[in-house]
């Protein structure tokens, strides 16, 4: 799992993705990719659209399958069908998990 807006989670999960691949060519690799509030208003990364295509490009060439999670979504699920009223980053990632695990 990891972000596609910016920070580690872009630069980092994206690199390490291409390291894998590297050392294991034929191992199928998935990741479970949360993406950004594409509303600017909302956005605390100033540079998120640009860490966005730069990580996708990477993405697509060395993920076989990429489970999409909507930041928004996550955040409209803990508060309206879970009833948290203001989600933590630490109930987002439970919840987050709680996907892989189905999946």
């Known amino acids: 799992t990891h972000s596609i807006a910016g920070g580690t989670g872009s630069g980092m999960g994206s690199y390490l993705l ?16 949360v993406f950004p509030n594409w509303d600017q208003s909302q956005s605390d990364v100033v540079v998120q659209p640009y860490n966005s295509v730069l990580t996708l490009k990477r993405l697509t060439l060395h993920a076989d399958a990429v489970v999409v999670l909507d930041n928004t979504a996550l955040n409209r699920i803990a ?9 933590t980053v630490d109930n987002l990632n439970s919840l987050v998990a709680t996907i892989m695990a189905a999946s």
């Open 18 to 33: 291409e390291k894998l691949q590297d050392h294991f060519p034929k191992k199928l690799v998935t990741t479970y990719s």
């Open 79 to 87: 508060t309206e069908r879970l009833r948290i009223s203001n989600p």
